[in-house]
């Protein structure tokens, strides 16, 4: 089982990213898939996910309107693109897997550096 991130990196004040983990080793289309992320000092949070389907997805109130994810089971990859970002995103974008029987797996990361 592998899911790697990729599409990290340094971006300005206001900039945009786009996140991918791309999946491997499993079912993708029978998981839900998250992104997490984990500044310096603090814990991990969960920042968006979305479900098998792609059908319907939720994120947390502070990237609300200005990330979006998103899925292609045909690809077996995740998305997450970054809008008008903020000093305040900047962390390490973990991604996710997680079914209904309670598997769970982790990627090891990618760095979203945002600079003021």
């Known amino acids: 089982v592998q899911l790697v991130e990729s599409g990290g990196g340094l971006v300005q004040f206001g900039g945009s990213l786009r996140l991918s983990c791309a999946a491997s080793?499993?079912?993708?289309?029978?998981?839900?898939m998250s992104w997490y992320r984990q500044a310096p000092g603090k814990e991990r949070e969960l920042v968006a996910s979305?479900?098998?389907?792609?059908?319907?997805?939720k994120y947390a109130d502070s990237v609300k309107g200005r990330l979006a994810i998103s899925r292609d089971n045909g690809k077996n990859t995740v998305y997450l693109q970054m809008n008008s970002l903020k000093p305040e995103d900047a962390a390490v974008y973990y991604c996710?897997?997680?079914?209904?029987?309670?598997?769970?797996?982790w990627g090891k990361g990618t760095l979203v550096t945002v600079s003021a």
């Open positions: 996710n897997a997680r079914n209904l029987l309670g598997m769970d797996y």
């Open positions: 080793g499993f079912t993708f289309g029978s998981y839900d």
């Open positions: 979305i479900i098998r389907s792609g059908s319907s997805a």
